[in-house]
């Protein structure tokens, strides 16, 4: 439920500690579904799973599949990261 351009010094103490264990379950999932394939193959020479958990990957300009607001794209670290910015305030 947070926007991705938020920086930790912004966020109060409930924030942060949604924020971390929010982190923690989902690389737990990524890890257990072989991570993201992104444009090929992972490490493990199989394709990734974890494709069908990211909501709006890839999904610049196209309705949120929560709430039907357009999905915006912000470059962070010179990585594409997509949201919702009604559901990622």
Excluded: M
Excluded at 71 to 87: A, E, K, N, T
């Amino acid at each position: 439920g947070l926007r991705p351009d938020r920086t930790v010094p912004s966020l109060d103490d409930d924030e942060k500690r949604d924020l971390y264990f929010a982190i923690f379950q989902v690389l737990h999932k990524a890890v257990r579904f072989g991570g993201l394939s992104g444009n090929g193959w992972t490490l493990t020479g199989k394709a990734g799973g974890f494709e069908r958990f990211a909501a709006v990957l890839g999904c610049d300009g196209l309705s949120c599949p929560a709430c039907h607001s357009r999905v915006r794209q912000v470059v962070l670290g010179r990585r594409s990261s997509f949201y919702c910015p009604r559901c990622q305030r």
